[in-house]
């Protein structure tokens, strides 16, 4: 019979024991492609959200649920939110080459301020291919932007970094489009 206080009887317990975790803690981690950058456009001083052009959302556009926008640094308190099956719509499939306007059929979204970075968050999956292997996979797409001061207007950049980034370091936005 093997004597608990042998060295080696003591190292095959925490073995085991990683053994058994591994594999647990390997499946809480993120899958390949779930968070995405989205795409910001200016259309007529509004920003317009939409996902990016990879094969993937090129095969099957994802349908989007929720969009969500805050000013960072806000605490996380939405400035605008849009979630689709609560608004009675339908959860729109969102290929590359169309956006989502900020406002989307919402009268009451409040006018974005100059001089603010504002992230986006679009929350949706990928429709999946029935009857084969291919399953709904969740996606989320974010961004920020600011909205700067040009003549007068207030003109949508977009901010080359990502949002955790881009907060921390204080400099100034790089553009990405926009006028």
Excluded at 49 to 71: C, H, K, L, N, Y
Excluded at 93 to 119: F, I, K, M, N, W
Excluded at 163 to 176: E, F, K, L, N, Y
């Amino acid at each position: 019979m093997a004597n608990k206080d042998d060295p080696m009887m003591r190292m095959q317990l925490p073995v085991a024991l990683l053994g058994l975790l591994l594999p647990m803690m390997a499946s809480c981690a993120s899958p390949p492609g779930r968070y995405q950058s989205a795409t910001i456009q200016d259309r007529d001083g509004l920003p317009c959200f939409g996902v990016p052009d990879t094969r993937e959302t090129r095969t099957t556009a994802p349908i989007i649920a929720r969009v969500s926008v805050r000013a960072s640094g806000a605490g996380g308190v939405s400035v605008w939110e849009h979630i689709f099956l609560q608004s009675g719509t339908a959860e729109p499939a969102l290929p590359p080459s169309q956006c989502l306007v900020y406002g989307h059929g919402d009268a009451s979204a409040p006018a974005l301020r100059v001089g603010t970075r504002y992230e986006v968050v679009m929350s949706g999956y990928t429709p999946g291919t029935p009857g084969k292997q291919g399953k709904a996979q969740k996606r989320v797409f974010g961004s920020c932007f600011d909205v700067v001061d040009v003549a007068g207007k207030g003109v949508i950049t977009s901010v080359v970094a990502d949002c955790a980034t881009a907060r921390a370091s204080g400099t100034a936005p790089v553009p990405q489009g926009g006028r």
